[in-house]
């Protein structure tokens, strides 16, 4: 079965400091991997997803993550974060197979970044 | 665009009292989620639908109900609600089961 591990609860920084929100996930079978943003009271709201290709993803609000094959990971980076920025990160991962037995999204328990002035 | 609409926003019910969320997309999407969150859990899936006419359990089905209407309405039924599904929950639909998911904007349940 398929699972995604974000180590860290809690992430606190500093106006424009960069930060990296890590995620780990654990497959037996190829994956489609995702990163999702929540801000407070509002559902979740896609950042940027690997289907394919280019190991490095670009997406919304300046935020982009690396798809590293060999070590199971898919950080989420952005260099200089502003305080709008303060949300919660959830990290997910699904089968690349669409009639596998695992296929569908499975989520993280989420990364809190609490940008501080 | 209304994308993934829920209702209602917030709801009290009292122990044992029954309730059905509503759910509905415009995306024409085949598949359908309910996941409730809660603090340190992340979100956790109730029952997921991944296409009209079948509906699954997830991880936490336990005390719920689904029905897949039609193929852009699904709700979540509780039938004797209580204070464990104190939550917010959310209602997703995506094109297939492993693409991104859509969210709607969530309803926040209390049973006291």
Known sequence: AQSVTQLDSQVPVFEEAPVELRCNYSSSVSVYLFWYVQYPNQGLQLLLKYLSGSTLVKGINGFEAEFNKSQTSFHLRKPSVHISDTAEYFCAVSDTNYGGATNKLIFGTGTLLAVQP | ?112
């Open chain 2, 1 to 112: 665009n209304a994308g993934v609409t829920q209702t209602p926003k917030f709801q009290v019910l009292k122990t044992g009292q029954s309730m059905t969320l509503q759910c509905a997309q415009d995306m024409n999407h085949n598949s359908m989620y309910w996941y409730r969150q809660d603090p340190g859990m992340g979100l956790r899936l109730i029952y997921y639908s991944a296409s009209e006419g079948t509906t699954d359990k997830g991880e936490v089905p336990n005390g719920y109900n689904v029905s897949r209407l039609n193929k852009r309405e699904f709700s979540l039924r509780l039938e004797s609600a209580a204070p464990s599904q104190t939550s917010v929950y959310f209602c997703a639909s995506s094109a297939q089961p492993n693409t991104e998911a859509f969210f709607g904007q969530g309803t926040r349940l209390t049973v006291v």
